[in-house]
């Protein structure tokens, strides 16, 4: 459009308006001419610049504006203690609750089940079944969407964060999903927000718990490590997130995973 108002301003007031456009000739891919008219900007008026200039630079700047937005991970806040962010259940056309696509596997109200789904609906990557969840740092043997961080400290939103037994084998361990971390000024987490099913709050074990499986729960990092039984052993996390994970433990799985015929 402004080269159209150009051309026609040129070619009213060749003289009185600016300075004749420069006339360039090429050809296309096809062989098909192309003219272009250019002018020197500095003999531009002010007036035209005002007028019809200044929508380019608006949008220009709109589309600055938006280049430099500040990415919403980077503007989030924590979300509300005992608020249940997962979308677990929905209506069907009968007006009956049913579980959402992202929980209609696994058993329903154990912590793998729930785990897996929230992982699924915040990362869009679905696991397969792995076992228990002490078990669940075998992933990269199954999947080649997600690696692990043996790093306990990393503490990386939006993973699965992995609890072993401490000393009774017997147990099965228990998984959780990092909703929000909130760190000191090094980088150090301090407190971990996270939601998971059949865990520390849940008043109903082994079953799904509507209104208690999913809850957001804040504890401090110290408290988020362990308990009296359980350890933190490491992170089921998306492939390509920035964190810091041991490769080698990764690559070795992928290795595995390739000798035993998985897509890798």
Known sequence: MRLVYLLLLTLLFPTAVFAQPYRTVSYDASGRKVIT?????????DWFKENYLKEEKT???????????????????????????????????NGKEIFTENYRIG????CTWYARGRFREVNGVELPTIGYAKDWLMAPLVSDKVDVCLD?????????????PKTDNSLKGHVVFVEYVER?????????????????QDIEKNKYTKGCDGQVIKESFREFREN????LVGYVVKN?????????????????????????
């Open 59 to 93: 949008e220009a700047s709109i589309l600055s504006e938006e280049k430099a937005e500040v990415p919403p991970e980077q503007r989030k806040t924590p979300p509300k203690e005992n608020s249940i962010p997962a979308k677990i259940e929905t209506v069907d056309a």
């Open 228 to 231: 009296r039984h359980l350890k």
């Open 184 to 200: 000191d000024t090094k980088g150090n987490p301090v407190n971990v927000y996270y939601t998971d099913a059949n865990g520390k």
């Open 152 to 164: 306990v400290n990393a503490v990386p939103e939006h993973s699965i964060a992995v609890y072993a």
């Open 107 to 110: 058993y329903a109200g154990q």
């Open 240 to 264: 390509n997130i920035d964190t810091v994970c041991d490769t080698t433990y990764n690559n070795s799985r992928r290795n595995m995973r390739c000798q035993n015929g998985i897509n890798c």
């Open 37 to 45: 008219y250019t002018c020197d900007p500095n003999e531009t008026p």
